[in-house]
């Protein structure tokens, strides 16, 4: 696999939101508007990319047998790392996403991609494996949460693009239309990439 | 066999040692600059004037013994404060405090200001944990300026709540109302 399919991978034949489904509690839950969708997209991409490379460095010595606590103790400590510095020297983005950056812990799509690419390959590969899955999953974010801000508040980026008479459908800033917009979402693009095949 | 798992878990606890040792290291340089970076954030400029509009800063009570009783008699309340403008004139109290009432994600911390004429100059949220999008739209001028004006001698009882937000729209009238009963108690 050449470097540029490593990066186009992530983004589309193995998307982490729209294909393989990973992370979907931070996903459902932090997509209420477009500028959210976008700081929690730029903040996985950074501690994505990060833990891609210590895991790759340390892969030869980290035994298999406790792969799994190794990787867990890196990554919790890396996000750690990027919520200090961001609160100490980039106070004004961290009010912006500060609360994003504790949630990227529990987001399996960093341990899914130590467990099966960064463990196996390179520093370079895992690093354009991390910004293609980050890339990848910013994409999906920014779809996601534009469409929910639009229909559920009439707005983009906070400014009413719509008219004033437009009664928001309050549904799809909830927990629930965020399952069924997602829903939608997968549906689509599944059927323009069996359309693109056929 | 036994020897494995003694190699295994002095790798893990190495991983593990290096990790506390630099997050340790990490957290003890830059938690003084954590520290002022909040405390400027919560009396901004912004923020001094959406409370009570005119004021510069905002300067302990002087008399410390008051908010000590207070904090003593009022579970929610964390802090008592006096408006100054630029010539030093006093505007009126600034009361911080929490919401009586949880929200979405528990109280709400909210600064209220109060004339000495006892009407509400202003009200901004210090700290939430609302849904972003929803409960955190209590948090937004169009509905933090609704109580400005009103009187700080009864409890507010109608208010317009944000819809779909109506659990986080009581918590923070409870928090505005908390600090009306400390104003009607304690400095009228």
Redesign the interface.
């Known amino acids: 696999m050449n470097k540029l399919d490593i990066f186009k991978n992530g983004i589309t034949k193995e998307n982490p939101i729209l294909v393989q489904q990973v992370g979907m509690c931070a996903t459902l839950a ?1 997509t ?2 477009l500028l ?1 969708g976008i700081g929690m997209g730029i903040a996985v991409i950074a501690v994505l990319t990060g833990s891609n490379i210590v895991i790759s460095l ?1 892969r030869k ?3 298999d ?2 792969r799994i ?2 990787f867990v ?2 990554i ?2 890396f996000t ?2 990027v919520d ?2 961001m ?3 980039t ?1 004004a983005l ?2 912006a996403l500060g ?1 994003f950056i504790p949630l990227i812990v529990v987001n399996c799509l960093i341990l899914a991609r130590a467990e099966a690419f960064a463990f196996k390959n390179g520093v370079v590969d895992s690093i354009i494996d991390g910004l293609g899955m980050g890339a990848g999953y910013l994409v999906a974010m920014i779809l996601l949460s534009s469409v929910r ?1 639009f229909l ?2 009439g707005t983009l980026f906070g400014i009413n693009v719509l008219p004033a008479s437009y009664e928001p459908m ?1 549904i799809a ?2 927990p629930p239309g965020a399952f069924i917009i997602l829903g939608l979402l997968i549906g689509l693009v599944n059927y323009l990439s069996r359309r693109k095949k056929a | 066999m036994k020897n494995s798992y003694v190699r295994l878990g002095g790798i893990l606890f190495l991983i593990a040692a290096i990790s506390a040792g630099v997050l340790a290291f990490l957290n003890d340089s830059t938690k003084d600059l954590i520290a002022k970076n909040e405390a400027m954030a919560a009396t901004s400029p912004e923020v001094l004037e959406s409370v009570m509009p005119g004021s510069v800063m905002f300067n302990d009570y002087a008399d410390a013994a008051l908010v000590e009783t207070i904090k003593s008699e009022n579970g929610k309340f964390v802090n008592l404060q006096t408006a100054v403008d630029a010539s030093n004139n006093e505007l009126g109290y600034v009361v911080r405090t929490f919401s009586t009432v949880a929200g979405y994600g528990g109280d709400m911390e909210l600064f209220v200001g109060i004339s000495p004429e006892g009407k509400i100059t202003g009200v901004n949220v210090v700290s939430h944990s609302e849904t972003s999008g929803l409960g955190s739209r209590t948090t937004e001028p169009s509905f933090t300026s609704q109580f400005a004006g009103k009187d700080a001698t009864a409890e507010i009882t109608d208010f317009d709540a944000i819809t779909g937000a109506t659990k986080s729209s009581k918590s923070f009238l409870s928090a505005v109302n908390n600090a009306i009963s400390i104003y009607d108690q304690y400095l009228k």
């Open positions: 932090v209420t508007s959210n340390l010595f980290i035994p047998e406790v606590p190794a103790i890196i919790a400590a750690t790392i200090l510095l609160h100490a020297y106070f961290y009010q609360v801000e559920g508040n309050m800033i909830q």
